[in-house]
């Protein structure tokens, strides 16, 4: 079974903190890819991020960064010098390739970010 | 925008009657996967079509159901609606259904059950 752990409900931090949010992972698939999403206050569901499990290279892109570390399953996501505009809840997810395309996308529970200015 | 349209965005019923949430995807995308996502569930995948077949099942209830036509729009079907069933309902769409792949997904359906 597949399994994603966020165990960081909620964060509030000062604008131009940094801050890390957290993703735990379990999967048997030695090959699988991971999400992450931003659902801002208005409910869309934004898609940040894919990676594959077999490249392990770290990724930035602007204030954002993600770190990817097989040997704790973990997928973690950083956002520096954040701005009110990132209070939004963060999903990280998971799907397996269990090889015929009827994988679900494993979703953790979300994290409550939020920037006070 | 993500390109994936779904329709309504509201939508406020009776427990006991039977709704349809429509969902259009990305051009050129051939699957298509609905999600509902509450407060004490989370995001769950419901189920997946490709190019008009069913491809996957999740924790779906057997008083919901869903196609996908010839024209690639799907269709999610709830009846005999309960309490419990008010949410918030995705469609996400991706080219072929593969794992690789990203799911886009739609602004959402509320559904209120009162």
């Known amino acids: 079974a597949q399994k994603v752990t966020q165990a960081q409900t909620e964060i509030s931090v000062v604008e131009k903190e940094d801050v890390t949010l957290d993703c735990v992972y379990e999967?048997?698939?030695?090959?699988?890819?991971l999400f992450w999403y931003k659902q801002p206050p208005s409910g869309e569901l934004v898609f940040l991020i894919r990676r594959n499990s077999f490249d392990e290279q770290n990724e930035i892109s602007g204030r954002y960064s993600w770190n990817f570390q097989k040997s704790t399953s973990s997928f973690n996501f950083t956002i520096t010098a954040s701005q009110v505009v990132d209070s939004a809840v963060y999903f990280c997810?998971?799907?397996?390739?269990?090889?015929?395309?009827?994988?679900?996308?494993?979703f953790g529970k979300g994290t409550r970010l939020s920037v006070i200015a | 925008d993500s390109g994936v349209t779904q329709t309504p965005k509201h939508l406020i019923t009776a427990t006991g009657q039977r709704v349809t949430l429509r969902c259009s995807p990305r051009?050129?995308?051939?699957?298509v996967y609905w999600y509902q996502q509450s407060l004490d569930q989370g995001l769950q995948f419901l189920i997946q079509?490709?190019?008009?077949?069913?491809?996957a099942k999740g924790n779906i209830l057997e008083r919901f159901s869903a196609q996908q036509f010839p024209d690639l729009h799907s269709e999610l079907n709830l009846s005999s609606l309960e309490l419990g069933d008010s949410a918030l309902y995705f469609c996400?769409?991706?080219?072929?259904?593969?794992?690789?792949?990203?799911?886009?997904f739609g602004p959402g359906t509320r559904l209120l059950v009162l």
């Open positions: 999967t048997r698939d030695t090959t699988y890819y």
């Open positions: 996400a769409s991706s080219l072929h259904g593969r794992e690789l792949e990203t799911q886009y």
């Open positions: 051009s050129g995308d051939l699957s």
């Open positions: 997810a998971l799907r397996g390739a269990g090889g015929s395309g009827n994988t679900p996308l494993v």
């Open positions: 079509y490709y190019n008009g077949e069913e491809r």
